[in-house]
């Protein structure tokens, strides 16, 4: 069964960093694209980023030049940079995957997911 850990989440003030790591355990870490999602209080769950086995990315605009969404396969880990962060980026961050998706692929998708670690932005 596959499985996501999520970890690296925290506190910050606004304009500084975080990294955000995705561990997946279970299957053949090269065959799943890899996303990040969020989920503020009382929003629905949105897209923030999605990473392909060949490392093609896709950002949502509300992140675009400030997030960066890689991988490792040697590592079976996927990890989001996120700088210049905002107060509105507060949230709960989940990694989800699905095997042999594409970089559009959508939310519905995404088959497995990680528990979500909190991130916290004060102005």
């Known amino acids: 069964q596959v499985q996501l850990v999520e970890s690296g989440g925290g506190w910050v003030q606004a304009g500084g960093s975080l990294r955000l790591s995705c561990a997946l355990s279970?299957?053949?870490?090269?065959?799943?694209?890899l996303a990040w999602f969020r989920q503020a209080p009382g929003k629905e769950r949105e897209f923030v980023a999605t990473v392909t086995a060949s490392s093609y990315t896709r950002y949502a605009d509300s992140v675009k030049g400030r997030f960066t969404c890689s991988r490792n396969n040697a590592e079976n880990t996927a990890y989001l940079q996120m700088n210049s962060l905002l107060p509105e980026d507060t949230a709960v961050y989940y990694c989800?995957?699905?095997?042999?998706?594409?970089?559009?692929?959508?939310?519905?998708?995404?088959?497995?997911w990680g528990q979500g670690t909190q991130v916290t932005v004060s102005s």
């Open positions: 279970g299957g053949p870490f090269n065959t799943y694209v």
């Open positions: 989800a995957a699905v095997q042999f998706g594409a970089v559009y692929s959508p939310q519905s998708a995404f088959k497995y």
